[in-house]
């Protein structure tokens, strides 16, 4: 079947080249017998049948059209438009080598010009193959790279899962432990029962702030876009905020603020940022402990409002750095939950098209920064 349509497609543009060629060459001849009409001037015929010769060659489908025209052309030439008229003649001096190089001009035409078009054909056919491979390769590289996506999401729940799994055990346990004690031993002083509801307290809290970093962890990191309830926020009200927020579960931890005598005002969703701070001021707790104090401080630099959160604690391991944002930290009980709790963080700080870092300080201590974009000209000068 395809070789029938093969050959019924060539025939039918031979006969169209053929049609072509015959209308074009009566074409040449009409306006050169016009004009011998009306101004009596044959000079005119070679060139006029030369550029039939190059349309024809140009449009038709094979050299041999052109080539074709080219002869035909030149007996037309002789018997219509060269003295004497309606006569085919070789007698006269000089018309047989002009017939000849007539000849040889319009075959020379016609197989460069034919052979220009195979060039161009060419080159276009080259061009959409080109064409043809990058869109395969792009393709190819979108679904690489949605591959690696979804196996670096898999990877990150197993992840989150192990650490969840881990991170909830220890303050279930302790609940279950200190709540069986309550119940079941009637020898308890009053003191001791009081200190283990305050134990059942602390990790009832610590379970909240994990089911609430869970919940914005799975809110940033699923397959729908984030919406965030941006508003224009005094960040001294955002500190002082997460700071009142850090010390009902944290009474007794010293914390310094800093904040510079202009005003910030800085784009942000005010309770999400409240989160980060309280996860940093918790992360640095457990490596300081609550008897050293937790620095925390503002401050503008360009177009970039500045938050850090600094301890005077053991530091950050080694080990620890390359996985520090990845939610997987949970090999001892200082770092438990730190993982998944920075994580979160750097979700909200990329959400706002901020960043989230950390260093080690050599007198000792940790300290995280993270920054948010501003608006120019959003500061205002402190009143005294």
């Known amino acids: 079947m395809k070789e029938r349509c093969r050959r019924v497609w060539k025939t039918h543009n031979a006969l169209c080249s053929w049609i072509l060629t015959a209308a074009l060459l009566f074409l040449a001849y009409a306006i050169c017998a016009t004009i011998l009409h009306f101004t009596r001037i044959d000079n005119d015929a070679p060139v006029v049948f030369v550029l039939a010769v190059v ?12 080539i074709a025209a080219s002869i035909a052309s030149t007996f037309a030439i002789n018997y219509f438009f060269t003295y004497p008229y309606n006569y085919f003649t070789l007698n006269i001096v000089g018309y047989p080598i002009d017939f000849v190089c007539f000849t040889m001009v319009t075959l020379l035409v016609s197989v460069l010009t034919y052979q220009l078009r195979g060039e161009t054909e060419k080159a276009i056919r080259h061009e959409q193959e080109t064409v043809e491979l ?7 590289e979108e679904k690489r790279a949605e591959a690696e996506m979804e196996a670096a999401k898999e990877k990150m729940h197993g992840n989150l899962l192990r650490a969840v799994s881990h991170d909830l055990r220890t303050p279930l346990t302790a609940v279950a432990g200190s709540s069986s004690v309550l119940m079941n031993d009637a020898r308890l002083t009053p003191e001791e029962r009081r200190n283990l509801a305050e134990d059942i307290h602390k990790e009832a809290l610590w379970l909240s702030q994990m089911v609430e970093n869970l919940l914005s962890i799975t809110k940033f990191q699923g397959d729908e876009p984030v919406h965030l309830n941006k508003r224009e926020e005094l960040a001294e009200e955002v500190l002082e905020e997460g700071v009142t927020r ?5 009474p007794k931890q010293q914390v310094t603020v800093t904040v510079p005598e202009e005003i910030l005002l800085v784009p942000m969703d005010a309770m999400l940022i409240e989160q ?3 996860n940093l001021l918790e992360n640095a707790v457990r490596h300081s402990g609550v008897q050293a104090p937790v620095e925390l401080a503002a401050w ?21 750095l390359p996985n520090l944002f990845s939610g997987v930290l949970h090999d001892t009980d200082t770092t438990r939950g730190m993982g ?11 959400a706002h098209k901020g960043m989230l870092s950390a260093v080690n300080h050599i007198d000792g201590g940790a300290e995280f920064r993270f920054w948010l974009p501003m608006g120019a000209g959003q500061t205002e000068e402190r009143e005294s």
Not at 134 to 140: D, S
Not at 246 to 250: D, Q, T
Not at 305 to 318: K, L, M, Q, T, Y
Not at 340 to 350: E, F, K, P, Q, R
């Open 134 to 140: 990058y869109e395969r390769n792009r393709k190819l």
């Open 246 to 250: 850090f010390r009902r579960r944290f």
């Open 55 to 66: 349309v024809i060659s140009r449009i038709t489908y094979h050299m041999y059209y052109g």
């Open 340 to 350: 998944i709790g920075l994580s979160v963080c750097m979700s909200i700080l990329l």
């Open 300 to 320: 503008r630099e360009g177009d970039r409002c500045w938050f850090s959160v600094r301890d005077h604690g053991v530091g950050i391991a080694e080990k620890d």
């Open 276 to 278: 980060v701070l309280i």
